[in-house]
């Protein structure tokens, strides 16, 4: 059973830091891409940031373009992200998403056609 567990999140204070981390079990495929969406309360989910699991490329949302990034662990199937000088806008619950190196209908942008979602980490970041 494939799963996708996601950790750190938290309670931090605007300008700080926290690190998520998702790890991937189960997989009898490498990850093709992964990344980050996020809902905040009232708000539709949107794509926060991608990574290209062979070539380590990685791209982010303007929102947090320069103040997170996204990082793999290939042994551990793990992906991070560090997210620095938080702003209380980033409050949300982040998911993690996989797409598979065989899935050929997903869109980062909207988080269509993903194979696999975490549960979900709440970030909540005070003024």
């Known amino acids: 059973q494939v799963q996708l567990v996601e950790s750190g999140g938290g309670l931090v204070q605007a300008g700080g830091s926290l690190r998520l981390s998702c790890a991937a079990s189960?997989?009898?495929?490498?990850?093709?891409?992964m990344g980050w969406f996020r809902q905040a309360p009232g708000e539709e989910r949107e794509f926060v940031a991608v990574?290209?699991?062979?070539?380590?490329?990685?791209s982010y949302a303007n929102s947090v373009k320069g103040r997170f990034t996204l990082s793999r662990d290939d042994v551990k199937n793990t992906v991070y992200l560090q997210m620095n000088s938080l702003k209380p806008e980033d409050t949300a619950v982040y998911y993690c998403?996989?797409?598979?190196?065989?899935?050929?209908?997903?869109?980062?942008?909207?988080?269509?056609?993903?194979?696999?979602w975490g549960k979900g980490t709440l970030v909540t970041v005070s003024s």
């Open positions: 998403a996989a797409a598979l190196g065989s899935n050929t209908d997903h869109d980062w942008a909207t988080g269509y056609g993903m194979d696999y």
């Open positions: 189960g997989l009898t495929e490498r990850p093709y891409f």
């Open positions: 990574i290209n699991w062979n070539f380590e490329s990685t």
